[in-house]
């Protein structure tokens, strides 16, 4: 049985409307990604995130096929990988993503990295977005992993302020400088990562789901920490996208809209910042490290 959606929406700096809380497909294969996307969407998730870079596209649309649900209330997004950025480039990625996917429009069109070493292709492929906008073919576009100065150097350039720039923030990384930018700016935050599962694969002494702070509110709400977690995220007015690919896990994910934190337990959960960032520092992403060849459609 499809559930309702009881997702709130924040209004980007267009008036599109995108859902706070989504799935994620980061990692997850060709073969789990259908079946995770029908479940999120069936469990009640009008938000699905993909990438060219994550190669599973074409699963995601036959995933949302297959869930029944139209077209017109799912929420979709991707990004280009840095190996397509150009104009030209550019618009021919957002042929093949959206021919992968099975749609003619796409709700959100993203630039995943910065691209620091070359950021005249990134303008570039800015570029491109402002122009698949203007022409109607995406709603909204945006960047993920832009630090300030990256920023700084867009928006000299460009006519279109992103309406989302999707980076990593948990608790134990929360960039609240970066926050503060966006806020400024207009751009609305999405995190990657949201409920730390980076905190437990890529090394440090400690992992979210473990900490004590998270799991006694979790305890004293009857719920799990990374529906804590997820829950901060929606209070603070943030985007989140968990990657699951176990139905009961995504259920489990989409179960925190009939609770909320108390001041002090969000002030917890905002002291439990460390500052380390467990991700690739936006600017190591260069062609010669990660280029790779995004297949044509």
Request: charged letters at 25%.
């Given at each position: 049985?499809?559930?309702?959606?009881?997702?709130?929406?924040i209004?980007?700096?267009?008036?599109?409307?995108?859902?706070?809380?989504?799935?994620?497909?980061?990692?997850?294969?060709?073969?789990?990604?259908?079946?995770?996307?029908?479940?999120?969407?069936?469990?009640?998730?009008?938000?699905?995130?993909?990438?060219?870079?994550?190669?599973?596209?074409?699963?995601?649309?036959?995933?949302?096929?297959?869930?029944?649900?139209?077209?017109?209330?799912?929420?979709?997004?991707?990004?280009?990988?840095i190996?397509?950025?150009?104009?030209d480039?550019?618009?021919?990625?957002?042929?093949?993503?959206?021919?992968?996917?099975g749609?003619?429009?796409?709700?959100?069109?993203?630039?995943?990295?910065?691209?620091?070493?070359?950021?005249?292709?990134?303008?570039?492929?800015?570029?491109?977005?402002?122009?698949?906008?203007a022409?109607?073919?995406?709603?909204?576009?945006?960047?993920?992993n832009?630090?300030?100065e990256?920023?700084?150097?867009?928006?000299?350039?460009?006519?279109?302020?992103?309406?989302?720039?999707?980076?990593?923030?948990?608790?134990?990384?929360?960039?609240?400088a970066?926050?503060?930018?966006?806020?400024?700016?207009?751009?609305?935050?999405q995190?990657?990562?949201?409920?730390?599962?980076?905190?437990?694969?890529?090394?440090?002494?400690?992992?979210?789901?473990?900490?004590?702070?998270?799991?006694?509110?979790?305890?004293?709400?009857?719920k799990?920490?990374?529906?804590?977690?997820?829950?901060?995220?929606?209070?603070?007015?943030r985007?989140?996208?968990?990657k699951?690919?176990?139905?009961?896990?995504?259920e489990?994910?989409?179960?925190?809209?009939?609770?909320?934190?108390?001041?002090?337990?969000?002030?917890?959960i905002?002291?439990?910042?460390?500052g380390?960032r467990?991700?690739?520092d936006?600017?190591?992403?260069?062609?010669?490290?990660?280029?790779?060849?995004i297949?044509?459609?």
């Amino acid at each position: 049985m499809t559930k309702t959606n009881p997702t709130p929406r924040i209004t980007l700096n267009n008036g599109v409307e995108l859902p706070a809380l989504g799935l994620g497909v980061f990692q997850s294969s060709p073969a789990d990604t259908v079946g995770a996307v029908e479940a999120a969407l069936r469990t009640g998730y009008r938000l699905i995130d993909t990438a060219a870079a994550y190669l599973n596209e074409r699963e995601v649309g036959e995933g949302i096929r297959r869930s029944g649900i139209p077209r017109s209330e799912v929420f979709i997004e991707t990004k280009i990988w840095i190996s397509d950025y150009g104009y030209d480039a550019t618009l021919h990625a957002f042929d093949k993503g959206a021919c992968k996917l099975g749609v003619d429009q796409l709700d959100l069109l993203l630039l995943h990295q910065p691209l620091s070493s070359a950021f005249e292709r990134t303008l570039d492929a800015y570029r491109a977005l402002e122009k698949l906008l203007a022409e109607g073919r995406v709603r909204a576009i945006g960047v993920s992993n832009f630090m300030p100065e990256h920023l700084d150097r867009l928006l000299a350039r460009a006519s279109v302020v992103p309406a989302v720039n999707q980076i990593e923030v948990h608790p134990y990384f929360q960039q609240t400088a970066l926050r503060r930018v966006h806020a400024e700016r207009g751009i609305a935050t999405q995190a990657w990562s949201p409920i730390g599962g980076i905190t437990s694969y890529w090394g440090g002494e400690r992992s979210a789901f473990d900490d004590p702070v998270l799991l006694e509110i979790a305890r004293l709400h009857n719920k799990s920490a990374a529906q804590v977690m997820l829950r901060w995220h929606l209070q603070e007015g943030r985007s989140a996208i968990p990657k699951s690919v176990k139905p009961a896990r995504i259920e489990e994910n989409s179960a925190v809209f009939d609770f909320e934190l108390a001041k002090e337990q969000v002030a917890a959960i905002n002291a439990l910042d460390t500052g380390v960032r467990r991700g690739p520092d936006p600017d190591s992403i260069t062609l010669e490290n990660y280029g790779k060849v995004i297949p044509e459609a």
